[in-house]
């Protein structure tokens, strides 16, 4: 693999960003892409060997130059996320939960697709969903059914689109800046809460992700897959 061309939309930072390095340390060259040029420069002098493009995915009209920018490639990444759409059935609003589509589900749509003149005709398409997905956790019908929604392209574009191979990871907790949202000390218990919970006693690190995504995509037998990599938080939820 050492002489392919991985591109990771959302790689500046969390998953995306421990995506590129895994990949960079398999010997792929990479390609990571944001919204902020200033995070992208920092993590380009940190990470030797990586190419940054800033692009802001939910601009569907400008997919298409800056992929014509990045060129050809073999693997596509996508580690967009959301923090739209969470908390109680009852109470979560319509308005919330159309932002968690528009944030996620859309991009992650229109740049697979943009990408597809510019991909690798049997390479690959790896797209990153959440563990909301499969389990029944309640607080999670909105953000949950973005995160299916993105779930939900693996199977028919896999059937689709081949020989471009199709796969997925749905994440469980993984302490990434998704939950800055949150001060450190509730953080921290949320965190801790979480692991309890789970089968494994903790929660994911960014690592964890980044190697399931390696191995769909250094593994051309796979396709139509979505791994749950969670530690077994949905067996308790």
């Not at 596509?76 to 919330?96: E, I």
């Amino acid at each position: 693999m050492s002489s392919q061309h991985a591109v990771i939309i959302g790689g500046s930072s969390g998953i995306g960003l421990a995506t590129a390095r895994q990949l960079l340390a398999s010997g792929l060259k990479v390609t990571i892409t944001g919204r902020s040029a200033e995070r992208l420069n920092d993590v380009s002098k940190s990470m030797a060997g990586a190419e940054a493009v800033v692009m802001d995915a939910a601009a569907t009209h400008t997919l298409n130059d800056t992929l014509s920018r990045i060129g050809s490639f073999d693997h596509l990444v996508l580690a967009l996320g959301s923090g739209k759409g969470f908390g109680p059935f009852a109470s979560v609003s319509v308005a919330d939960v159309r932002k968690s589509f528009e944030e996620k589900v859309y991009p992650h749509f229109a740049v697979a697709q943009a990408a597809l003149p510019f991909l690798r005709k049997d390479g690959s398409v790896t797209f990153i969903a959440a563990v909301s997905a499969h389990a029944a956790m309640p607080g999670t019908a909105g953000i949950g059914a973005a995160n299916a929604a993105v779930a939900m392209f693996v199977p028919v574009l896999a059937a689709e689109l081949r020989p471009l191979r199709v796969n997925g990871v749905s994440p469980g907790v993984v302490d990434t800046p998704w939950w800055d949202f949150l001060p450190p000390e509730q953080r921290q218990a949320v965190f801790a809460d979480y692991a309890s919970k789970t089968p494994v006693g903790r929660v994911g690190k960014p690592d964890d992700i980044a190697q399931a995504v390696a191995f769909l995509i250094s593994n051309g037998f796979m396709s139509g897959h979505v791994i749950v990599c969670d530690g077994g938080l949905r067996l308790a939820a």
